[in-house]
């Protein structure tokens, strides 16, 4: 039944597909609703009445609002998402998004910091305090494992595995994968755990970086950390937590690391993303696997 009372049902039914069938994160889930969300509510139609001048409409708002087209793309990226939902539902028959094109954005390259500036970095945390060694480890493991801000806040001591030198990450999709830890980050792991705040329920009594009040860390808690690290570092460039896990995969490729053994670590899906983030041409590990080709 085609009534505007459909479309926050079906967006409640979208969002249950997204987090419990394709196993996606809480944030990317409320993400994704919200673009959707935001669509319905700028055509005041239901979703089964939507058409492509709508949401080519939409997104020609949104740019001449200011959203870029990076974003732009990422939200019909959403829209399409919904929309093949309501066909795999049987509610439509044909996906009003596959009409539209997507905003060209080009190849964007993170910043990268050199090995240099991420040593200055994590030596300017003063180490004199509690928090500042918990800093000081939550950094060596941004770095030294490569791992995406919310792996880091969500490590449990438990996935810690000093002897092997290996942690157990629970990455994207609820994907584990097993990565390698050095022993700064376990030496800087240990002389936190010394003076870790006792957490401030079950909940939390597993998890590795806690704040003062004994509850995990959030993104933006690390964010502006980082932040903060860096004026006190001297380093001017503009930088999130993902800067080290992109320095780290960079530096590792510089230093002749395989693509496919750091594209695992990282918990890329696709060798292409591994690329776009290490500044790899594919040229470059495409000549490689020819010189060494048992064909040639």
Request: some cysteine.
């Amino acid at each position: 039944m085609n009534t505007r009372a459909d479309a926050p049902q079906a967006v409640k039914d979208f969002a249950y597909h997204l987090g419990i069938e394709r196993k996606m994160s809480p944030n990317t889930v409320a993400s994704y609703c919200s673009d959707v969300t935001g669509f319905l509510e700028y055509t005041g139609r239901p979703p089964e009445e939507t058409g492509a001048d709508e949401v080519a409409g939409y997104l020609s708002e949104k740019g001449a609002s200011g959203l870029s087209k990076r974003s732009q793309a990422r939200l019909l990226s959403a829209l399409k998402s919904f929309f093949g939902f309501l066909i795999l539902e049987g509610r439509i028959k044909e996906d009003p998004c596959d009409r539209v094109s997507a905003p060209k954005t080009g190849r964007r390259i993170p910043e990268v910091l050199s090995v240099e500036e991420v040593d200055r970095i994590i030596d300017s945390v003063d180490t004199s305090t509690w928090n500042g060694l918990r800093d000081c480890a939550l950094l060596e493991v941004l770095y030294g494992c490569g791992l995406r801000v919310s792996e880091a806040c969500e490590l449990k001591m438990s996935s810690i595995y000093p002897e092997e030198q290996f942690v157990r990450v629970i990455g994207k999709g609820d994907k584990e994968r097993l990565v390698p830890i050095g022993e700064r980050a376990l030496a800087a792991i240990a002389s936190y755990l010394e003076c870790r705040p006792a957490p401030a329920s079950q909940g939390c009594a597993d998890v590795l970086f806690l704040n003062k009040f004994g509850e995990g860390l959030s993104r933006v808690a690390v964010f502006k950390m980082i932040k903060r690290q860096a004026m006190l570092a001297g380093v001017r460039k503009e930088i999130s937590p993902h800067t080290f896990r992109h320095s780290f995969a960079t530096h590792l490729l510089e230093r002749g690391a395989d693509l496919r053994a750091v594209q695992e670590m990282l918990g890329h899906e696709s060798i292409l993303t591994t690329e776009i983030y290490t500044h790899i041409d594919s040229s470059t590990w495409q000549s490689a696997i020819l010189l060494h080709h048992p064909r040639r």
